[in-house]
């Protein structure tokens, strides 16, 4: 019993020390970008488990619909609020976690009646993972590596910027779209109006004429 | 170094025995909770889609995992046979171009062959709809296109590549993607001025008709009363 014994204590510390690396250490991040389609009078809301220390950025952009304008709500695992903004087209939201548990944040669009919504956004957990997960950086990055980390990271905020220089355009791209169909509709819709109300006018005029009356006649009303 | 430390806990062992086995069943259930992606509730029929804007030529890969909620523990299972994700992805014309049923767990790819936005939509097919029926079910989604789709460990072991070859790499393969996007910056440029022009030639052609019919009704109402008048001998 007595190997037992030691054989279970080691086999528990390593769980322990494996436990201690996987809570203490806020590696291993991710990066979800996703673009959903929020409906009128709906709310939509993303969870993510996050462990303590880790730095966390949410940024989000409404692409089309309406005012272009979205509400947002995060929340930490005990439902203290820690961001919250109405009618937001862009924001940029960084924070680092203070407990472990499951993150909530929410997209609402309930203010808005009849127009739903293209919302993007972009949940950054923590660090990139590494190029080489199981390298033990026990020495210094050469001249050449750490050139390469530094061109690395000028082209990850190049594609950041294009993203959201994309965003920024297909958000103008679709007022001009709306603004062209807009036009068409209108012009042929006054168009109309325009010979229905003045042919209309004619024939009312020469209805308050057609009585035998020769008492005053009416000239407006 | 490990063994005077294990030495030194084989004697405390026997109190620190059920810490450790809370610690173990902890590490155990942090493992099967899996790779860590964000997740969303979804009833059981609904759709939900989501959009990728992407340049053509550009790989899209999506993980996604499921779990359903179990009413009477008021929790979600870890893993449920049985549940299936159906999993369409449209072009940006409209036409299909994956429309597939996957297990409780699956990954999908597909590659772009036009630029533009690109409609992902699941829905749940479950077989087990009984069980199903108020529920909910939690799917977690990860969704990486282009670049961010490579796994670098893997193109390493398999062109068998040194550490700075495999950065040169990443570093050719997001330059590329780069190039795809500022393609595809150029292409939508070209479409958005065509909508502007196409509204100002609207506006303009328009707006010269609508002053041209209020010109002719203008004088059609005119003629057409005076003739009125005179025939009725009021003018």
């Given amino acids: ?155 990850k905020s190049v594609i950041d910027y294009q993203t959201h220089f994309r965003l920024r355009e297909a958000q103008g791209r679709s007022r001009a779209e709306d603004l062209n169909t807009r036009v068409a509709y209108w012009s042929v819709g006054e168009a109309l109006i325009l010979l229905v109300v003045s042919i209309g006018q004619v024939f009312l005029l020469k209805s308050f004429f057609s009585d035998k009356r020769t008492t005053t006649t009416r000239v407006g009303s | 170094i490990f063994t005077r430390k294990g030495s030194r806990m084989a004697g405390v062992a026997a109190r620190q025995l059920p810490a450790m086995g809370l610690s173990a069943v902890l590490l155990l259930v942090l493992c099967a909770a899996g790779a860590r992606a964000l997740y969303f509730h979804i009833g059981e029929t609904e759709k939900r889609c989501f959009i990728e804007e992407i340049p053509d030529e550009t790989m899209v890969i999506g993980n996604y995992r499921t779990q359903m909620w179990d009413k009477q523990k008021e929790v979600f299972l870890p893993s449920t046979p049985g549940l299936g994700m159906h999993v369409e992805v449209k072009d940006p014309e409209g036409k299909v171009v994956l429309s597939r049923q ?112 209020l010109i002719l009704t203008g004088i059609w109402q005119m003629r057409h009363l005076k003739s009125f008048f005179e025939a009725k001998k009021l003018v």
């Fill in chain 2, 102 to 213: 996957y297990g409780s767990e699956g990954r999908f790819t597909f590659t772009s062959h036009t630029p533009g936005d690109h409609q992902i939509c699941l829905h749940s097919n479950s077989t087990r709809m009984a069980l199903f029926a108020g529920g909910k079910l939690r799917v977690h989604l990860d969704i990486q296109a282009g670049e961010h789709a490579n796994n670098y460990p893997e193109i390493a072991a398999k062109d068998k590549l040194t550490e700075l070859q495999l950065r040169a790499r990443q570093l050719l393969d997001q330059v590329e993607q780069i190039q795809k996007e500022q393609d595809y910056q150029r292409y939508r440029e070209e479409r958005f001025r065509l909508t502007s022009e196409s509204t100002n030639q609207r506006v303009l052609w328009w707006s010269i008709a609508q002053t041209v019919i």
């Fill in chain 1, 1 to 155: 019993s007595g190997s037992a014994q030691r054989w279970a204590a080691s086999a528990g510390l390593w769980g322990c020390r494996l436990l201690a690396l996987l809570l203490l250490v806020p590696g291993l991040g991710s990066a979800s970008e996703i673009t959903f389609e929020l409906p009128d009078n709906a709310k939509q809301c993303f969870y993510e488990d996050i462990t303590l220390g880790t730095k966390c950025t949410l940024e989000f952009q409404v692409i089309t619909g309406g005012h272009y304008d979205v509400d947002c709500r995060l929340e930490d695992p005990d439902g203290n609020v820690l961001y919250k903004e109405t009618k937001k087209q862009y924001d940029s939201f960084t924070f680092t976690a203070s407990k472990n548990g499951t993150y909530k944040f929410c997209f609402s669009n309930e203010f808005s009646t009849f127009t739903h919504k293209t919302v993007y956004f972009d949940f950054q957990v923590g660090e990139d993972p590494p190029l080489f997960p199981s390298e033990n950086r026990v020495s210094a990055l050469t001249q050449m590596e750490s050139a390469c980390v530094s061109i690395h990271e000028a082209l």
